[in-house]
């Protein structure tokens, strides 16, 4: 049986506090958590899209990561069985912008001028 979905209160890998923010970064930080998120900014999305989207990850692992934020009150499903976010997930998608932004920022940086155009 997979571990229970970390919660805010209760201790997680990495910290016994039970800090939200240690409980948030053990969902989160959970191998393609954060990619189904960001799949479903857009909208929702059947198991087998986001499986395509998700360059073919394991199905086994999109049904445990679908459980667990389904689970953090992260995501729903409609009346055609399709994912989507709660208002509660779509709140994450100003911060994934952010990081997405950064993140261009550092490669960038990273290539530097003269490698990077």
Not at 1 to 9: C, E, F, H, T
Not at 60 to 76: K, M, N, P, Q, W
Not at 97 to 109: C, I, N, P, T, V
């Amino acid at each position: 049986m997979a571990a229970r979905p970390p919660r805010p209160g209760v201790p997680v890998r990495g910290s016994t506090t039970g800090r939200p923010v240690m409980a948030a970064l053990d969902l989160l930080g959970r191998r393609w958590a954060l990619r189904i998120l960001w799949e479903l900014r857009d909208g929702p999305l059947g198991a087998r899209a986001l499986r395509e989207r998700c360059e073919q990850m394991s199905s086994s692992v999109l049904y445990e990561r679908l459980h667990d934020l389904t689970t953090a009150g992260l995501l729903t499903r409609d009346e055609n069985g399709e994912y989507l976010l709660t208002e509660l997930g779509a709140e994450i998608g100003p911060a994934l912008e952010s990081l997405d932004a950064w993140a261009r920022r550092w490669d960038g940086a990273l290539r530097g001028p003269a490698k990077g155009r």
